[in-house]
T-cell receptor, first 114, second 115 residues
């Protein structure tokens, strides 16, 4: 069966420090991968999505970047964190196009920038 | 671009009462629609989805939703609320055939169950 792993579950980082969040998917090939951020009172915002290795689309200009070094690995990074980067980060995957088969979400990473 | 509006950031119902969470969408074509539930500090769990088959969709945990094109709505209901239903609920939309486009979410509704 397909599973999705995110780590770490929680992270407290100082302003100006780097960030690396990792997401891996098991049990499927060539998934579409997504990073969302959930900030208090703002719902879920799509940050990046990827349809294949090395292919990244950014939805919102920001202090973050994403990479997909392997088919089932998706990494969210920052060189210097801002206070406004705090939030709950969720990775998700889908297969095919147009969402027909749905989207599966990981358990999330709670990031607090201090 | 498509969008979703969830009416009511907080909804409170008594245990055993009807649950109704409202979702209206805006889309250039009939979209695919989803309801997700989120428990504190957890990821999103799919409750149900509409992908242009039957307009009344049944999901997990006794929830169902009806796609109404004329009203551009996809409201979530459950006949009898249970304490375990207390959570955050998100409605989301995506255009069919939109490639790898991600979901567009509403801001969420926090469901409170009164004993």
């Amino acid at each position: 069966s397909q599973t999705i792993h995110q780590w770490p579950a929680t992270l407290v980082q100082p302003v100006g420090s780097p960030l690396s969040l990792e997401c891996t998917v098991e049990g499927t090939s060539n998934p579409n991968l997504y990073w969302y951020r959930q900030a208090a009172g703002r719902g879920l915002q799509l940050l990046f999505y990827s349809v294949g290795i090395g292919q990244i689309s950014s939805e919102v200009p920001q202090n973050l970047s994403a990479s997909r070094p392997q088919d089932r690995q998706f990494i969210l990074s920052s060189k210097k964190l801002l206070l406004s980067d705090s939030g709950f980060y969720l990775c998700a995957w889908s297969v095919g196009g147009g969402g027909y088969y749905g989207y599966t979400f990981g358990s999330g990473t709670r990031l607090t920038v201090v | 671009a498509q969008s979703v509006t969830q009416l009511g950031s907080h909804v409170s119902v008594s245990e055993g009462a009807l649950v109704l969470l409202r979702c209206n969408y805006s889309s250039s074509v009939p979209p695919y629609l989803f309801w997700y539930v989120q428990y504190p500090n957890q990821g999103l769990q799919l409750l149900l989805k509409y992908t242009s088959a039957a307009t009344l969709v049944k999901g997990i945990n006794g929830f169902e939703a009806e796609f109404k094109k004329s009203e551009t709505s996809f409201h979530l209901t459950k006949p009898s609320a249970h304490m375990s239903d207390a959570a955050e609920y998100f409605c989301a939309v995506v255009l069919p055939g939109g490639g790898a486009d991600g979901l567009t979410f509403g801001k969420g509704t926090h469901l409170i169950i009164q004993p």
